[in-house]
């Protein structure tokens, strides 16, 4: 058997059939549902305390505060009112002795960031009235137990932060007691999810007044924030629910939060190979977030390596090339994505693109080579990324049918429908490398789409996508305006 024979061979372990893309959209709103109604499911459909999603007429300042990981990022966001802002931001590293300190350290010196910030930025703002508060929102993108908009409680640290007093604490509190303390008129309003903030930030910048149903990542990770109906939200709502925190009902909509990362841990209708099952054995968390090891940045190039690997072991790949025993090719999580969609992208006929990047990034001199081993690397890579842009439309698809947005309402006579409804466009917002930069990936994200029969080719027509940059920052200070707009009701 050739090497391209052999490489076809192994990329058709990672065909994502029509018929397997239906079983995993049933599947997703099986557990869809399942997680609206009980806590404690993989599939967590976390509430986010978020009621309304902006429509691009707001007008304001607003701030937020992005603490991520090692450094700490302030903004501030004019909102014109025609879908347009304009951003201003700094950002600081955290020291590393505050990482492992006590919580008024952390929050004190963050809290001086956002005093310094306001100074220079926003002084005007209060000179006119010194009661008039800016609103804040503070994407904390540490596992919190969210109670309200504007509280959560810290579940546990990670990162390389480990302060131990500030678990089981509320963030927003801890932030705004340092703020308090420093005199600031600025007002913690709303906790944010990076997830949440793409959804908002898309809503507000989108064309027309639709607003956007559906904020998703496809990066390093992958997730999903959608608006839900709050009725059917029944751990929140049911006579049996407990420790539910007060939200604003007036809309009849809350946000949720997902976290489809972790859809289908069972396995029970996700694709799988020998180099996906390789990758979870070797992974910090084998067994957990399924879903994303098939689909996200983060894992697509180790997939690749098992792989390539396989076919060095058994078809002799790269057989005339010295590889280094050190080489990124035997380094487990070493190739990035961004290897993929350089060969993806490849379009000359000796493949030499392919050659470079694999000399540039794997250490194997493009000499030696062969047009035949250059080949079975394109194929692997295009099957593996299409695999991973096929496996991305299960959760859209069960979430736009799941809404109820490609249907007639049943209880609205035919004759008094606005037909007009049922061609308005879905919006949904998305955000992250792989959706943004992988060659291909939306053209076979739609294929997957119009394989759903729910969805069909009219129904993919209508799903309008558009990249919402900054989740966390301008989505953040669009979460604190409609924090702003319940508190005010």
Same mark, same amino acid.
């Given at each position: 058997? #050739? ?61 937020? &505060?992005?603490?991520?990981?090692? !450094? ?25 002795? /505050?990482? &492992? ?8 010196? /963050? ?6 910030? &306001?100074?220079?930025?926003? #002084? ?20 919190? $137990? ?84 709050? $009725? ?62 098939? &689909?996200?940045?983060?894992? /697509?190039?180790? @997939? ?56 540039? $990034? ?8 062969? !047009? ?34 490609? #249907? ?5 006579? @035919? $004759? ?74």
């Amino acid at each position: 058997m #050739s090497l391209v024979e052999k490489a076809t061979k192994i990329a058709e372990e990672f065909e994502y059939s029509p018929e397997q893309v239906r079983k995993g959209v049933k599947e997703f709103l099986r557990l869809m549902n399942d997680g609206l109604q009980n806590d404690g499911r993989d599939m967590t459909m976390i509430p986010t305390y978020v009621t309304g999603v902006p429509n691009g007429t707001e007008k304001g300042v607003y701030l937020a &505060v992005d603490l991520g990981g090692t !450094n700490f990022r302030v903004c501030s966001v004019v909102l014109n009112g025609d879908t347009t802002f304009t951003l201003t931001q700094s950002k600081v590293a955290i020291p590393k002795d /505050l990482m &492992v300190s006590d919580p008024p350290s952390l929050f004190s010196f /963050l809290a001086k960031q956002v005093a310094d910030f &306001v100074q220079e930025h926003h #002084s005007d703002h209060f000179s006119e009235d010194p009661e008039h508060h800016l609103h804040l929102g503070f994407t904390f993108s540490f596992p919190v $137990d969210q109670k309200a908009i504007n509280k959560g409680y810290l579940i546990r640290w990670t990162k390389g932060f480990d302060i131990p007093d500030a678990i089981g604490k509320d963030v927003c509190a801890l932030l705004q007691k340092e703020i308090d303390a420093l005199g600031l008129p600025v007002k913690v309003a709303a906790l944010v999810n990076d997830t949440v903030g793409t959804l908002m930030a898309r809503s507000y910048t989108s064309p027309g007044k639709t607003g956007t149903l559906l904020g998703a990542i496809f990066g390093t990770g992958t997730n999903g924030a959608y608006v839900e109906k709050l $009725d059917r939200i029944t751990k929140m709502t049911s006579s049996s629910a407990t420790d539910v925190g007060e939200y604003d009902t007036s809309t009849g909509e809350m946000v949720v939060n997902t976290e489809w990362g972790s859809f289908d841990n069972d396995m029970n209708v996700l694709p799988d190979s020998p180099y996906d099952r390789m990758l979870d054995q070797n992974s910090v968390n084998p067994g957990i977030q399924m879903f994303e090891k098939r &689909v996200s940045g983060m894992f /697509l190039g180790e @997939i690749l390596r098992n792989a390539i690997l396989s076919m060095k072991k058994d078809a002799e790949l790269f057989a005339t090339s010295t590889i280094a025993e050190d080489s990124t090719l035997n380094t487990p999580w070493s190739i990035d994505t961004s290897l993929l969609s350089y060969i993806e992208a490849d379009s000359t006929k000796d493949f030499s693109v392919t050659k470079e990047q694999l000399q540039k $990034d794997l250490g194997i001199s493009a000499s030696t080579i062969s !047009n035949d081993e250059a080949q079975a690397v394109k194929i692997l890579v295009h099957a593996i990324g299409k695999r991973s842009a096929r496996l991305s439309a299960v959760p859209i698809a069960a979430i736009v049918i799941a809404t109820g947005k490609l #249907s007639p309402p049943a209880q609205v006579p @035919i $004759d008094g429908l606005n037909l007009k409804d049922l061609s308005l466009p879905i919006d949904i917002g998305v955000d992250g490398s792989v959706v943004e930069f992988y060659p291909g990936f939306e053209k076979f994200f739609r294929e997957a789409l119009r394989d759903v029969p729910e969805v069909g080719e009219k129904g993919e027509k209508r799903i309008r996508i558009g990249v919402a940059k900054d989740g966390s920052g301008v989505g953040a200070a669009l979460i604190a305006l409609i924090a702003k707009m319940q508190y005010s009701q």
